[in-house]
Each structure stands twice: as C-alpha cells, then as structure tokens.
C-alpha cells in the first residue's frame, strides 16, 4: 500500500482560518486508499513578533488542538540556535539587513523541517507533503502527482511562483527519494555558503541541495497566502515572472515546466 505523509513545520498562526484550507485542498487530495499519517513538529510559543512583517500579537492556545490527533511534538526554541552554530551563520552575513531576525527564523523553520523529517523515517513514505500550518490553501494540489510512485522517487514539485533567485520553499510534494533532502536542508547551510560565495537565503539554499541531489523540479500550480496573527491575509503575488532572479533561473523554470508537462502526461497514460 501507498505510504504518504504529510509533515507540518513552524508555528500554527491562526488555524481557525487555515486549517479548513489544509484539510479541502491538501489533506482531501491524497489518494485513497492508502497509508496516510501526519505529522508535525511545532514551536509552543504565547507571542509572536516580525519586524520585518509588522506581526505582533498574542498566539492563541487552541492554534494546536487540530494537531492533537497526529504525530508529533510541541518544542521550544531553546538550543537551536547553539544546535546549528547560529554565532557562524551570523558572521557569513545578514541576509535580510535587519539584525539577523529574519536570519533567526529561518533557522528556526529549518531546524522544525529536520525534526519533522526525522519523524518519518519508520513510516518510510513514497511521498511526503511538507505543510505550513499558517498558509490558506486556495487551490488543491493536483492528485496525479502521487500516481506511479516508483517513476516518480526523485520528483520534488514546488510552487510554480515566488522562487526569488531560487526555488520556492512554502510547501512541496516530495518523491521517496527526495523528501530528506528537502526536509534536512539545515545540514549544508555552510556548504551552501561556501560553493556559492552567498550568504544564507532560504530559497537559494533549497534550489542548491536538490539539484545536488539530482532532483526532478516540477511545479506546482497549487496557491497559498500566509495568514497573520490577526487573520489578515499577506499580499502575495502568484505570477511566475516575479521574483525569478536571473537568466540562469528563467532557463531552469522553463525546463522545470517542460518536465511537469511530460510528468502530466505520464500520469495520463497511467490511466489510459
């Protein structure tokens, strides 16, 4: 039986709004009859703070109890920091100019995909969905992409918008062998400095593990707002266009597309 998992990472913002979304266009997209199990590791915090964002406000308790059902831990943030040797990222550079805060959480949100991941491995899934609890899912994601598992372990589908230079890191589908990849990306955080000459970014660095690892990007038509501590909804901007960076990046889009479109047909024939 087909074994998918669905991992959810970060901090639950406002599930009230969110997770309905979650539930319609993720959750109500897998493929029936099989193994489904969720998964989660949260950060437990009362207030949430974004300089960059403006976001600031208490966090509400009942965020989690969606959660209670599945797979998973309620952590703190202590020690992550020390963990993956935050004095060193720091001294690479400020990515964001804004005294490493957004630096901070990013190694946060990245430290909360290797925990979750490292959940799975007994589970041993064909395909994991990795999930921001604070994103409204507009639109589902497609239920071809967990057809044929096995001409698809390498595949990583992302959403087809925001790539900034790289490769958008809000949620995915990953193949069999490509989801720890994906999920443990913290471990070549200094790697990724040093091959590149860059400081950390969060979309560069997910674009640099995956082509190492020879993974298949395709894209994702699937949108998703973040949704604030107060239930406003980011603006968001879903062309492809913004955000692209290089010739270099517009070359590797296209041909990511050209590949979802034979990844499309492939599941056509699968049911021809």
């Known amino acids: 039986m087909l074994n998918v998992a669905v991992a959810f990472f970060g901090i639950p913002r406002n599930s009230e709004i969110c997770f309905p979304s979650i539930e319609q266009n993720v959750l109500g997209q897998l493929p029936e009859n099989c193994n489904v199990r969720c998964f989660y590791h949260l950060y437990r915090i009362d207030e949430v703070q974004n300089q960059r964002s403006g976001e600031q406000g208490q966090l509400k308790a009942d965020n989690y109890h969606v959660f209670e059902p599945m797979t998973g831990v309620l952590d703190s943030t202590d020690g992550v920091l020390e963990r993956w040797d935050f004095e060193r990222v720091k001294a690479v550079g400020d990515t964001w100019g804004d005294e490493h805060v957004s630096l901070r959480n990013l190694i946060y949100q990245l430290n909360s995909l290797y925990t979750v991941s490292n959940m799975m491995e007994d589970f041993d899934p064909d395909f994991v969905v990795f999930v921001r609890p604070d994103n409204f899912y507009h639109t589902p994601l497609p239920r071809y992409v967990f057809k044929r598992p096995q001409a698809r372990r390498q595949n990583v589908y992302i959403p087809d918008w925001q790539w900034w230079g790289g490769l958008n890191d809000r949620f995915s589908v990953c193949g069999r062998d490509t989801w720890r990849v994906y999920g443990k ?48 909804f980011a603006e968001e901007s879903f062309s492809p266009k913004r955000g692209m960076g290089k010739r270099e990046n517009r070359y590797f889009h296209l041909f990511a597309r050209l590949r979802t479109w034979f990844d499309r047909r492939l599941a056509d024939r699968s049911e021809g």
């Open 185 to 232: 990306r913290i471990e070549h955080i200094f790697e990724f400095c040093e091959a590149t000459g860059r400081k950390l970014h969060s979309e560069r660095l997910l674009k640099y593990v995956l082509l190492k690892a020879g993974a298949r990007v395709c894209t994702l038509d699937t949108t998703a707002s973040r949704v604030r501590i107060n239930g406003a």
